[in-house]
């Protein structure tokens, strides 16, 4: 791990924008090497959970008025994981859903 490694994991590892997985798939390494130099850097980050299902699309339809089981129909997963979506960001600032959505696109270019 070289000056460049350390210092992209410094800028990125406490924004809870940065999925750990997409860190260590930019660097090259494994989750847990990523998660142990953190950690030797004295870093903390939130515990923040990355949407498996697109949040970002859940919240634009929901608001033009999409029931959740139209949605859940047109994702392709249940409507309970659309509902917990509406609820979970219902309850988030517009900050706060816009890093859930980061995370969740930065998750999927990698093919997570």
């Given amino acids: 791990m070289d000056e460049i490694d350390v210092q992209f994991i410094a800028e ?9 997985i997409v860190i260590a798939h930019k660097l090259d ?6 998660e142990t130099a953190a950690k030797r850097l004295g870093l903390r980050r939130e515990e ?31 409507e309970s994981g659309v509902e917990y979506a509406v609820n979970a960001m219902t309850n988030m600032s517009p900050e706060q859903r816009e890093q ?13």
């Fill in 12 to 20: 990125t590892y406490p924004d809870p924008a940065w999925p750990v």
């Fill in 29 to 34: 390494m494994t989750k847990g090497r990523v």
């Fill in 48 to 78: 923040v959970r990355t949407p498996s299902i697109d949040w970002r699309k859940i919240w634009h339809q929901r608001q033009a008025g999409s029931s959740c089981a139209s949605i859940a129909n047109e994702l392709s997963c249940s």
């Fill in 100 to 112: 859930a959505w980061l995370r969740y696109e930065r998750k999927q270019a990698i093919g997570n």
